[in-house]
Structure formats: structure tokens, C-alpha cells
């Protein structure tokens, strides 16, 4: 569900371009994002920011929503950085 929500997210921005990037980037990091364990306290959190996401793309909140995507992206990489240490 999390690479598919990412997926359409990526498809509504109506770049075919950037869509496709993001589809050839998330297949290149989806073995290293089965290394984060699924911690209840994990998936709420992101489920949180996904629900914050979808809400500012609904609004048409494009700072939000980019403030979101890279605040989600960081807390990514950050746990990423930690199991994969």
C-alpha cells in the first residue's frame, strides 16, 4: 500500500517524467526499506504524515504538501541510516 500511495502521489503531479523517476527510484530502494522493522510506533507515525499528505493534496496546499513529502522523506532516511548501520 505504501509504494502504491507514493506511486499515485507521484502520478498526480502530471509529469509522466517525474512519475516514472520516482517508480525507477522506489524499485531501486525497496529491499533497503524492508530493513526497517515494522514497529507499530513506525507505521502510525507514517500513517500520520500520509493522512497530512493526501489531506494538502486535496486542499491543493502545495507548501504543506511539499513540507510533508520532505519531513516524511527525512524520518525515512533517518531510519534507513539506523537499522542499516
Known sequence: RDTLLHLTLAGLCGSASL???????????????DCIP??????????????????AVLDRDADAAREIAREHCA?????????LA
Open 38 to 55: 515494522l514497529l507499530v510506533r513506525n507505521l502510525e507515525h507514517s500513517q500520520r504524515q500520509h493522512t497530512a499528505l493526501v489531506e
Open 19 to 33: 512519475a516514472a523517476q520516482y517508480a525507477a527510484v522506489r524499485a531501486g530502494v525497496n529491499d533497503l526499506l
Open 75 to 83: 524520518g525515512t532516511a533517518a531510519l534507513l541510516r539506523g537499522f
